[in-house]
């Protein structure tokens, strides 16, 4: 599975769209990207998935470039609900595993 | 439909005892796999499965046995534990593919293991 790079730490405005990009520049064509995200200490929570099409779901937006090299999770109208660490994930569709990075804390502000 | 059932949600060993985490999911899921995530970590694979009688290792193995039987449950079995095992479980079940019955895993709520 190819290896993803995300900020550490992102923080937006209530509100305010939230706009988490990933970076996977060695992705193979029948890689899925995949996002998650964990609250605090509850299990991670699937958000969204793709492989080249955008994808919008009643959680979130995924923007993928047309080279596959990158994406971006939006959170349209982030609250402070959405505070948590978000994790984007390569995946081939066959893979058995989920491997998790160290993701991107994002702080929702008031 | 309960989803994915971890117990004991928090348990405190001595140093070299064993135990098993318990995992059970209703859903009729292929794939389940065991995380650890120690303090301000990500997620780290232990084990996984999938499908019943088909178990392999994942990141971080060491330490831990897992068994699969049944579709519905995945225990893991801690041989002899050491306070670097000190961690919180999570454990997660998935459909296998991407198709229309994907909706991405389902975690546990975890087992929060503490040893001393």
């Known amino acids: 599975d190819a290896k993803t790079t995300q900020p550490p730490s992102m923080d937006c405005a209530e509100g305010r769209a939230a706009n988490l990009p990933c970076n996977h520049s060695?992705?193979?064509?029948?890689?899925?990207v995949y996002w998650y995200r964990q609250i605090h200490s509850q299990g991670p929570q699937y958000i969204i998935h793709g492989l080249k099409n955008n994808e919008t779901n009643e959680m979130a937006s995924l923007i993928i470039t047309e080279d596959r090299k990158s994406s971006t999770l939006i959170l349209p109208h982030a609250t402070l609900r959405d505070t948590a660490v978000y994790y984007c994930?390569?995946?081939?569709?066959?893979?058995?595993?989920?491997?998790f990075g160290s993701g991107t804390r994002l702080l929702v502000r008031p | 439909n309960a989803g994915v059932t971890q117990t004991p949600k928090f348990q405190v060993l001595k140093t070299g005892q064993s135990m098993t985490l318990q995992c059970a999911q209703d859903?009729?899921?292929?794939?389940m796999s065991w995380y650890r995530q120690d303090p301000g970590m990500g997620l780290r694979l232990i084990h996984y499965s999938v499908g019943a009688g088909i178990t392999d290792q994942g990141e971080v193995p060491n330490g831990y046995n897992v068994s699969r039987s049944t579709t519905e449950d995945f225990p893991l079995r801690l041989l002899s534990a050491a306070p670097s095992q000190t961690s919180v479980y999570f454990c997660?079940?998935?459909?296998?593919?991407?198709?229309?019955?994907?909706?991405?895993?389902?975690f546990g709520s975890g087992t929060r293991l503490t040893v001393v």
């Open positions: 859903m009729n899921h292929e794939y």
């Open positions: 994930i390569a995946r081939f569709a066959s893979s058995y595993k989920l491997i």
């Open positions: 060695t992705i193979s064509g029948n890689e899925y």
């Open positions: 997660a079940s998935s459909y296998s593919g991407t198709g229309n019955r994907y909706y991405g895993y389902t």
